[in-house]
T-cell receptor, first 114, second 117 residues
Framework: AQTVTQSQPEMSVQEAETVTLSCTYDTSESDYYLFWYKQPPSRQMILVIR????KQQNATENRFSVNFQKAAKSFSLKISDSQLGDAAMYFC???????????WGAGTKLIIKP | NAGVTQTPKFRILKIGQSMTLQCTQD?????MYWYRQDPGMGLKLIYYSVGAGITDKGEVPNGYNVSRSTTEDFPLRLELAAPSQTSVYFC????????????????FGPGTRLTVL
């Protein structure tokens, strides 16, 4: 069975600095998709970025980028120029090509220090 | 587009009561999902639907039922509520189609916080 592990329950960063959130996963599938979702205190689950495993190029969305290491089964999220509005829970999620559901990590709480 | 909407936002139930959580999407998505999120955890799939009239169980279906009579609506019914069903419930939808359409992105509603006492 696939699993997703986020080993950092909480991270803090100074405003305007860069922070990296870690995610590792376990799967025997060769084709799959990885996602980072942000959940602010409002509880809304917001897609931050997604990565297709068949693509070698790392995905980027403005200040958010990923470091996808397929062989190591690692999928970290880098947030550059951190802003107060980035404070939230961040969840890493996996979906196999043959599956319908998202498998979720336990989340990392990101604190931004002004 | 409103996206995915859920009602109610909050609800308190007594043990043994029943209720229906409503979910509607206006993005013409074919796939819809119900998840629950317990404190300090990620989401777990309860039920999903690949189209009107077709539903299937996810990881934690016990104590719940769903139906999908239209593309837009996917209600979740709780029968005989139990304290273990205290959670936040999220509805999501996605579109699948085309050769690489399986890489769909799921879009979430705002959630319903349910407490069973």
């Amino acid at each position: 069975a696939q699993t997703v592990t986020q080993s950092q329950p909480e991270m803090s960063v100074q405003e305007a600095e860069t922070v990296t959130l870690s995610c590792t996963y376990d799967t025997s599938e060769s084709d799959y998709y990885l996602f980072w979702y942000k959940q602010p205190p409002s509880r809304q689950m917001i897609l931050v970025i997604r990565q297709e495993a068949y693509k070698q190029q790392n995905a980027t969305e403005n200040r958010f980028s990923v470091n996808f290491q397929k062989a190591a089964k690692s999928f970290s999220l880098k947030i550059s120029d951190s802003q107060l509005g980035d404070a939230a829970m961040y969840f890493c999620a996996y979906r196999g090509d043959s599956n319908y559901q998202l498998i979720w990590g336990a989340g990392t709480k990101l604190i931004i220090k002004p | 587009n409103a996206g995915v909407t859920q009602t109610p936002k909050f609800r308190i139930l007594k043990i043994g009561q029943s209720m229906t959580l409503q979910c509607t999407q206006d993005m013409n998505h074919n796939y819809m999902y119900w998840y629950r999120q317990d404190p300090g955890m990620g989401l777990k799939l309860i039920y999903y639907s690949v189209g009107a009239g077709i539903t299937d169980k996810g990881e934690v279906p016990n104590g719940y039922n769903v139906s999908r009579s239209t593309t837009e609506d996917f209600p979740l019914r709780l029968e005989l509520a139990a304290p273990s069903q205290t959670s936040v419930y999220f509805c999501a939808s996605s579109y699948r189609g085309g050769n690489r359409g399986r890489g769909d992105t799921q879009y979430f509603g705002p959630g319903t916080r349910l407490t069973v006492l």
